[in-house]
């Protein structure tokens, strides 16, 4: 059953099913069908999931070659949500007085993934990437 691979990985990285669905250009409803196994998705939405969960589509689709350890190092994961932060740069921005607001710069995003691995080495005792 795909549908329960996909929730648990989905909540292993934390994301909700209309953050899964915003990544993958998709509703939210059709996120919940696949975890509910009552839809599939395409073959390109299977390869953006493989990707994003670092795992292969025998195991997405079949349980097949599951992964030996579900936990990631932590410099991984911080490149990962990088990875995440880049390419939902629309999410992140700052409110402006007149009630708009302005989307956050590359460099303030470069800050932030800086700002992460420098709390990681401290928090964790791990080298910079």
Not at 76 to 91: D, N, P, S, T, Y
Not at 113 to 119: G, K
Request: hydrophobic share 40%; aromatic share 6%.
């Amino acid at each position: 059953m795909m549908g329960k691979r996909l929730r648990t990985l989905r909540k292993g990285l934390r994301m909700t099913q209309t953050d899964l669905s915003e990544y993958l250009d998709v509703s939210a409803s059709a996120v919940g069908m696949y975890e509910q196994d009552r839809r599939t998705p395409d073959t390109e939405t299977i390869s953006i999931l493989c990707s994003l969960f670092d795992v292969s589509a025998d195991y997405l689709l079949f349980g097949k070659d599951a992964p030996a350890d579900e936990s990631i190092p932590v410099d991984e994961f911080i490149a990962r949500l990088e990875q995440w932060i880049k390419h939902h740069k629309g999410l992140l921005y700052q409110p402006l007085p007149d009630d708009g607001r302005r989307g956050v710069s590359g460099v303030e995003l470069d800050r932030l993934a800086e700002a992460l691995h420098i709390s990681a080495a401290i928090v964790f005792n791990i080298k910079k990437l």
